[in-house]
């Protein structure tokens, strides 16, 4: 949960850079609320911590240097095709690639929604640098907001009771 | 008074109302449904963006409406896609009164619509992907079941259309925004590439449909069966809208292929895995991936022929999907659940229900005298003529298909016991008598019955191959 509280403090510092300093703010917020939204639905429980067996950490850390590497080969191609700085271009991709991994690798409700908000936040590194308009930053605050209420909703859902 | 504000806003108004509006329930259904009804007559008859006179009062409907500097827009040519989506909502929360899903049922399924809506018209388009993207975020309430934890489909679900968004908006970039050379080459084919996979998580073209036939299993088949409906449909009319507006699409001969490709991969393993299924809600699931699967391909043929059956196909499809959806719901109400086992002698227990769901996968399969017969016939015939390699796989395709649907009716009729019948309600079984009728209606006189649904290609003037 903190490191993504760090991401989406990184994600506003690379967009302000491209962004207006009021729609920049947009996305840090967003980000931050949908993490509160996220912790709320934990309930003040400790997070269920699967238990990895040492291979299972061994074979995570390969996965993740394979993405960087193959972030860091195909980056400057990626960055020539769609005109972007090579900095953007690594940002994006390695947030896109880790945001994957999580998404390949769990079946938990919360992790797969943390990975889902780590793959967008990797696209929204790419898409603030092409379009500024205020449409699509509203969109894109209330999906990422709205993924995790939804998150929130599937977690909580075993613990609710029917109203009608 | 604007287009959008009559069929996008003010349904969301409806269905912010019902949601914050406790109790009521058989109200809130009536009125969501009438209020549908109303809107798909109102596309119907009102001109949009002539004046109309009445008496001494005049009035025009503006097609266009701007938020936030990006416009929706509603025209002429868009009102038959409107009556459709809004006859569509008014047929699903109709039937809710019957197969009583959530409370909820009502105000997210004209919001999604709503919004579905709102993504067919913005302007523009390439932000239609994020409008779906909010109406499936929407939709994920009404698959969860208070105090039962969500399973795989549902998570499935979202991750794979939620991954969809950012191709599509890339792509869009890529294409139209990115004031790039867009005679490179290599930009074209990133982008081709970039918008086909963003609508084959959008679509759920193999591999991406394995959530499908799961969330055809864990969630009620009413709700399933309206995600079915309305979503791949819909997204399909946002592909032709991608189609109609870039000329780099619409020429490519590479981007057609691949769509008529995926087509015949989905109905070629839909089929397969079909004829193993032992769960009638997996086939359900199974023979949405084949529907979808013929629509991409008819696409994907890049020829007047293919278009028409693309139309023509809607109709039965959405007509077939409530029919099994309809029937599932009753016969899981009635029996408690839906294994195999339990639906034995179906016939003799529910019978408008059995019927209702035999009947929509035989005309889903393609039975001579029911609504799909003609049209797949039409299809797969004109096809032929071009190259016959292929439809080797969508003849195993629908072959395992209909040995599926085959062993579903011998266990429907098999052993006669000790059964007692189950009464249905009277409201459902008139809904079944006439969604049964319309299919044998539509596979007699396919014309006659179909040949308006043509229209909904006004909608995209730049297709006219």
Sequence with gaps: ???????????????????????????????????????????????????????????????????????????????????QPLPVTWSGLILIGMGLLQLGMTTQTLKVIIGLLTVLAGFEVFYATVENSVLVAGLLAMITIGLAAVGAYLITLPSLEESV | MTAPTIWIISP????????????????????????SLFLAFLAMVIPVGEVMTFGSLTVQVNPSLGILGRQFILDQGDKTILALSYGMGFFWIFGGLVSKPRSSFVSIALAVLAILVAAISVNPFLFSALLIEVAILISIPLMGSPGIPAGQGVQRYLVFQTLGMPFILLAGWALGGSGANIGDPNLIIS???????????????????????????????????????????????????????????????????????????????????????????????????????????????????????????????????????????????????LETQDLTSLFRRTPFSAGAIIAAFFSMAGIPLLAEFSIKFGLLRSYSAQESGILTWIFIGMLGFLVAVFRFLAVFIGHPGNYEKVPEPQLGKAMILIGVVSLLCIGLFPRFFLQGMVQILNAFPMINW
């Excluded at chain 1, 840090?28 to 939204?37: D, F, K, N, S």
């Excluded at chain 2, 590439?193 to 499908?212: E, K, Q, R, S």
């Design chain 2, 12 to 35: 969301l108004l409806l269905a912010i109302s019902f949601f914050l509006i406790r109790g009521r329930q058989v109200l809130k259904f009536y009125l969501g449904a009438f209020f």
């Design chain 1, 1 to 83: 949960m903190a490191s993504l509280a760090v991401l989406y403090l990184g994600l506003f510092l690379l967009v302000i850079n491209y962004w207006s300093f009021g729609l920049s703010a947009v996305k840090l917020v967003a980000g931050w609320m949908a993490l509160a939204i996220l912790a709320a639905s934990q309930g003040g429980e400790i997070i269920n911590r699967t238990q990895l067996n040492r291979q299972g950490v061994i074979f995570r850390i390969i996965a993740a240097v394979v993405i960087w590497i193959l972030v860091f080969l195909i980056a400057p191609s990626v960055s020539f095709l769609i005109a």
């Design chain 2, 191 to 337: 982008a081709a590439f970039l918008l086909g996979l963003g609508f084959a998580f959008l679509l759920a073209v193999f591999p991406f449909y394995t959530w499908i036939p799961l969330v055809a299993d864990e969630i009620n088949p009413y709700v399933s069966g309206f995600i079915f409906a309305a979503l791949p449909v819909m997204i399909l009319f946002i592909l032709l809208d991608f189609i109609n507006g870039l000329a780099v699409i619409r020429d490519s001969d590479l981007f057609f292929s691949a769509l008529q490709f995926c087509g015949v991969l989905m109905i070629a393993t839909g089929g397969i895995w079909a004829a193993f299924q032992n769960i009638i809600t997996r086939l359900f699931g199974y023979a949405v991936i084949i529907e979808t699967g013929f629509l991409l391909f008819a696409l994907g043929m890049k020829n007047q022929v293919g278009l028409e059956y693309f139309t023509f196909a809607i109709l039965p499809r959405m007509i077939e999907i409530g029919l099994i959806a309809l029937g599932l719901s009753f016969v899981k109400k009635s029996l408690g659940n």
